[in-house]
């Protein structure tokens, strides 16, 4: 059983994105990193290899180790024990004294953003006796050759606590993303994939009924 976390931890004019992971039982491994600005500014690393193998209580114990691991980054970079190295935005180039002479104007250039298609393969059995497992291929729209480290997150709109769950492409461009699902308290609670790839964006929604069993595509 695969947990994770997702949060944003603001501190004056800066705003962290906080991710921890289980990285599964072949690692053993509790994952947090710390991002800016798309830079890894701190990364924190705990085995639970002392857990293995898991069984129930031991799965418990471990989403109480991950909590509390994703809980104390964050403590620590409010409290500002943790002193991260914030990247500066690029220096806009000084403004020209005098407008440029007028130039021609050239060839459209042909976007080098290339489309791709993303497919949830187990739409229909995605979720069973309250487990979400969700096997999420990314290709190329041309060709249609998987696309391997593309991240990919996954989120229930509408749940009780907001809550991200992320996984990247292997070689084939299959990932995996695993979760119990949350309490829904929403309207209309929707499940939400989405993937960003080179500049091109795909994103999968489902709604979710109260009692879901098969999501339709909106």
Known sequence: MLFGHNSNVTVGANTFHVQTEDRGIVSAIIDTTVYSRGRVLHRRTKSYSDLLPLNADKEQALKLRLDDQHRTVMEEIRSGVLQLAVPQPPVAPPAPSAPPPPLKAAPTATSSVKPIIMELMNARTWLSAGRATLQVAIRHKEGGSGIAGVRITARIEGAAERTEFSAETRASGQALIEF???????????????????GAREQLRFQLRSKPKVPAAS
């Open 180 to 198: 119990s699902m949350p309490r829904l308290t929403g309207n209309d609670p929707a499940l939400v994939i989405e993937a960003n790839f080179s």
